[in-house]
Each structure stands twice: as C-alpha cells, then as structure tokens.
C-alpha cells in the first residue's frame, strides 16, 4: 500500500504540474475589438508603412505603388510607377520632399506639394555590378544609400546638388536590412551569418567604422526604429524577437524581447513607450518593455578602421517629369471584429481574419495602421476609447462667369458653428447639418461627396467623412438678393 500511494502521489504532483503549466500556457482571451478595413489594388504588394513630418500616412508596394492618406480626412492620394521597378523604401527630407530606392540601380526624390519626380539611375558604365540598393537614410544633406545584398559594394554617398556618387567598400560588402542615424552616426544592420548578423556604426566625417556582432539571425527584411537614442528592431524570421540597442552605452547595451511561438515579426512603431510590431503570419501585437522582461546582454564594437571613398562619379543621366496620381478619393471603412490575446501582462496579440499577413505598421491619429499584403488591406485600429468622430466641409466655387467669391465668403457652418472650407471638425458620433449664407449673384448647385442631397451627414464612432457644397456664379441680374441660409 506505501508503494501505491507514493506512485500515485508522484502522479497527483506530476497532473498538477502538467495543468498549471498547460493554464499558463493558453492565452487569455481578454477582449474583441473592433478594426476598419480597406482594399487596396488587389495585383499588389502591400509593404512598409511610413509617416509624414506633417503626419500622412503613406503606404508603400513593393509593386511600384505609393498610397499617401490624409488620417483625419480619409483622403487619398494613389501614385502609379512609382520607383519604376522593386520599390524599397522612403525617407523624408522634408515636409513634402522624400527620396526612395528600388532593389536594382535606381533612386531618386518627389515632391508631393508639386508632384514633381526626380530620378538616377546607376548603369555598368560607373560600376560593374548592379548595385542592389535597398534602404535610404538622409543625413548631412547627403542621400545615404547602403547595399542590401552583395560582396562588391558597401555605401554610396550622393550629392543631389551635384549629383556626385561616392562609394565607402566594406570588407566583405554589405547586406543591408535597415539603416538608421543615432548620435551623429549612420547605423546599418547588416543580416549575413558570418557566424552572425552585424551592426555597423559608420561615422561620415573620418569614415571610422565599428562592427558590433548581435550573436543572432536578423533576417533580411529587419526593420529600424529610433527612439529618442535608442534603437529598435525586430527580427525578421519565425519566432523572431524584438531587441533593443542603446549606442554608447558602457553597461548593458542590448535587450531581447521575446515573442509568442510562430511570430514572424516584420515592422515595429514606438508610440508613447510602447512597441507596436507586425506578423506576417496573421496578427500584430504590442509589447510594454516596462512590463515584459528581456534578456539582457553586453555587446562590444570591434573598430575596423577608417574607410576612405574608393570611387566617385557624377550622374549626368537624370530626369525630372510629373507623376499624377489618380484622382483624389475618400476611404471607405468596413468593420470587422478581431480577438485580443493578452499573452502575459506588457504583451498583447491581435489576431487578424485568415489569410491576413501584416507588413508595416505605425501611429498617427490615435490608431494603428496596418497594411496587410495577405489580403491587400489596410487596416486601422481606434486607440482611444473616446466617442469621436471626424467631419470635413469643402466649399467649391464656380467662377466661370467673373465671380470673385472665395470658399470661405459664404459663412460655411456644420450645425449652426462656424468652420472654415477644408478644416476637420472633431464631432460626437450622430447626425449634423451643413449650412451657408448663399450669396448675390451665385447659384446653390447642391450637396456631393457625403452630404445627402439635404445637407444631412451622419458619422460612427471613428469615421471621417467629408461634405462638399458646390456654387456657381451666373453673373449680373436686375433682381436684390438677400443672403439665404441653406440647412
């Protein structure tokens, strides 16, 4: 009988250890959420999301496609043959201005205020190799433009002033997943395995370059994130992690952040301290590294010198034309419901519907944007759990028979209050009516965009809708007009 009762006590212990690591183990349910959804071209590649200085949100397609979103209006802009072949990535130089890449020679700047197109393009002439260019950083108002796959190269230098290209060769070449600037130093995750991926601090004035060693596999496609001075990345592989770097400090400088088994992490976004991060197989998630514990590590730089230009050549061959988007539209949402998976407290999942594959993500306007390459989605999720609403009025004027009226002349109003043409009025959810003072000598055309033909607009929680009220000067007449309030 002892015999008995301590096998069965052992297995008692051994059935309660199993079941509580098996409770721990499942994730909690905690919450269903609602997210907004919208297509995009269904041929395409949904890729990287970016923001503007001013806070558009812009999409990029790997397919030569470029989206640029208005966050409080749902306006869009869609630019066709953009980057004309493997389009990589984009950085601002300005408010309006950015330069991008594409994955074989070419590069180039726009101009979103003008719509005006600038391109280079690298031929065997200069350099034998194709110079495989992948992500772009600006710095010093030099165009910085690193190598994502290659023994031959390493970085260019480009003067778009002169259009002067220099090359900085790196022993070995370099295989760029992303670069970033922290501390006065271009910063270059490189993702070979020799014996494990590298991160590179180039300093641009002496060319002195230092290779940190991370001790793991990247992947290609990592992304970089600056915070503050810190750097952020996720490594782009199964069960990639998200880590933190911190650029001369001492102490312990690197942090790893492990992820739920099967993530396959592509792009990260800091907002207000908390890291958002994107799966390409099906969800994206949000890490607090005030909660979640990483492991922490010291890495050393090995200092491999001072790099000098080898090369520099100037880009004769370049143009400048206009690139028209398509006509202006207006997103249209659709609501769909999504779990939350509160994983452990600090780590948050949110499983996105099948087949859905998240590429970029990023803040703006109290929601996370999503692109989803899966399904050709864009995808947004509210932030805040206030009850607003977004309303835009624009006045159109006709002026084809010597009118002189301006938008705002006709006393634009959205339930009795004043606004002003083009301005986003921030709304309590429900019903609202748009109103002006028509004036002499003009004719009320009527309501488009999201008016009914009343001037009647209605909003959801989390929607941006937008009313257009159009008039037509018809000249002169004999008759007194007296100012018409329209509601």
């Given at each position: 009988m002892k015999s008995f009762w301590q096998s069965t006590g052992k297995a008692i212990i051994i059935l309660l250890f199993f079941l509580f690591y098996l409770f721990i183990s499942i994730p909690v349910i905690a919450e269903t959420f609602q997210i907004q959804e919208t297509s995009l071209y269904e041929l395409g590649h949904a890729g990287s999301i970016h923001l503007s200085p001013e806070g558009k949100v812009l999409v990029v397609d790997d397919d030569n496609e470029l989206w640029v979103i208005n966050p409080l209006t749902g306006g869009y802009l869609d630019y066709i043959s953009f980057g004309y072949e493997n389009l990589a990535d984009i950085t601002f130089a300005s408010e309006n201005v950015l330069w991008w890449t594409n994955n074989v020679r070419g590069f180039g700047s726009f101009d979103l205020a003008t719509n005006q197109m600038k391109d280079w393009s690298v031929d065997s002439t200069f350099f034998d190799e194709p110079l495989q260019l992948g992500p772009v950083a600006l710095f010093q108002n030099y165009i910085w433009l690193p190598t994502w796959y290659g023994a031959t190269y390493g970085i260019f230098r480009f003067n778009p002033l002169s259009s002067q290209i220099c090359l900085y060769t790196f022993p070995g070449g370099l295989y760029t997943a992303d670069i970033a600037v922290v501390n006065e130093q271009l910063w270059i995750l490189d993702w070979r395995n020799?014996?494990?991926?590298?991160?590179?601090?180039?300093?641009p004035v002496d060319g002195n370059l230092v290779k940190y060693s991370l001790?793991?596999?990247?992947?290609?496609?990592?992304?970089?994130?600056?915070?503050?001075?810190?750097?952020w990345w996720?490594?782009?592989?199964?069960?990639?992690?998200v880590v933190r770097f911190i650029p001369g400090s001492s102490d312990v400088n690197m942090t790893v952040y492990s992820l739920p088994v099967g993530t396959h992490p592509r792009n990260l976004f800091i907002d207000q301290e908390l890291v958002w991060y994107s799966d390409i197989n099906g969800s994206f998630g949000q890490l607090d590294p005030e909660q979640v514990i990483g492991s922490s590590f010291t890495i050393s730089g090995n200092n491999l010198g001072n790099l000098n230009t080898d090369s520099c050549v100037v880009l004769d061959d370049w143009e400048a034309y206009p690139l028209t988007p398509e006509p202006e539209g207006i997103i249209s949402w659709q609501n769909n419901d999504i779990e939350m998976n509160l994983i452990q407290p600090g780590l948050k999942v949110f499983n996105l519907p099948e087949n859905a594959a998240a590429q970029g993500i990023a803040v703006s306007n109290n929601y996370a944007w999503i692109s989803d390459s899966g399904r050709q989605k864009l995808l947004r999720l509210a932030l805040t759990n206030e009850s607003v609403a977004y309303i835009t009025i624009i006045k159109q004027v006709i002026n084809d028979n010597g009118g002189t009226a301006l938008p705002d002349d006709f006393n634009l109003t959205l339930e009795g209050n004043p606004v002003l043409s083009g301005e986003t009025v921030t709304v309590s959810p429900g019903s609202y009516t748009v109103g002006e003072s028509l004036l002499p000598g003009y004719r009320f055309v009527g309501f488009t965009g999201d008016c009914d033909t009343n001037g009647e607009i209605t909003v959801a929680l989390g929607e941006s809708k937008t009313c257009t009220i159009t008039n037509q000067f018809e000249g002169k007449s004999n008759y007194i007009f007296l100012p018409l309030v329209i509601k």
């Open positions: 020799i014996p494990s991926a590298s991160l590179y601090a180039f300093n001790g793991r596999d990247i992947g290609e496609l990592a992304f970089l994130f600056v915070n503050g001075n810190e750097l996720v490594e782009d592989k199964l069960d990639g992690a």
